[in-house]
T-cell receptor
């Protein structure tokens, strides 16, 4: 069955290292979201793309975070350099804009920065 | 500014009905969304409201009043598996902190 996939599922890294998270949206979905979830802040939108073009990345710290969609089947979120405050679960989600409103989330990447 | 408020926790009994409220302050939006999230898992989409009124989907219903800045999620015939957090969101962009629902046998 169709689902959003994310890799890696878990990542532990040291402060200052680069982290790359990948997402494969559901085939045919043209809108992709990146979210971050922490106990303190809850679920926050970092960025989203439609037809591979960034529509909103205002939730993303620009100095260290970058999000791209190299093609329709891959979205990436990079953090360079990583900091302990970036520790969170990062979710990718996709939806077909103009179709059902139903949005599908990937399983998340749990990032720990020490 | 944009802000969404939900109760932090609620408790209900198996078989009963529970209503989870959500109030928001935002200047304009397309849709109000509800998600369910079990501990350690990703959120799953439950329902959305574009127009004012009640949308029913099996045991779950969601209501929206734009003039009052208010929505609620109604869960009927509660089951133990409904123990989860329920998130209210505006346009999939601004999320509330979630309401943790505990179901007692």
């Amino acid at each position: 069955d169709a689902r959003v996939t994310q890799t890696p599922r878990h990542k532990v890294t040291e402060m200052g290292q680069e982290v790359t998270m990948r997402c494969q949206p559901i085939l045919g979905h043209n809108t992709v979201f990146w979210y971050r979830q922490t106990m303190m802040q809850g679920l926050e939108l970092l960025a989203y793309f439609r037809n591979r073009a960034p529509l909103d990345d205002s939730g993303m710290p620009k100095d260290r975070f970058s999000a791209e969609m190299p093609d329709a089947t891959l979205a990436t979120l990079k953090i360079q350099p990583s900091e302990p405050r970036d520790s969170a679960v990062y979710f990718c989600a996709s939806v077909l804009a103009g179709g059902s409103y139903e949005q599908y989330f990937g399983p998340g990447t749990r990032l720990t920065v020490t | 500014g944009q802000n969404i408020d939900q109760p932090t926790e609620m408790t209900a009994t198996e078989g009963a009905i529970v209503q989870i409220n959500c109030t928001y302050q935002t200047s304009g939006f397309n849709g109000l969304f509800w998600y369910q999230q079990h501990a350690g898992e990703a959120p799953t989409f439950l329902s959305y409201n574009v127009l004012d009124g009640l949308e029913e989907k099996g045991r779950f219903s969601s209501f929206l009043s734009r003039s009052k800045g208010y929505s609620y999620l109604l869960l009927k015939e509660l089951q133990m598996k409904d123990s989860a957090s329920y998130l209210c969101a505006v346009d999939k962009i601004i999320f509330g902190k979630g309401t943790r629902l505990h179901i007692l046998p």
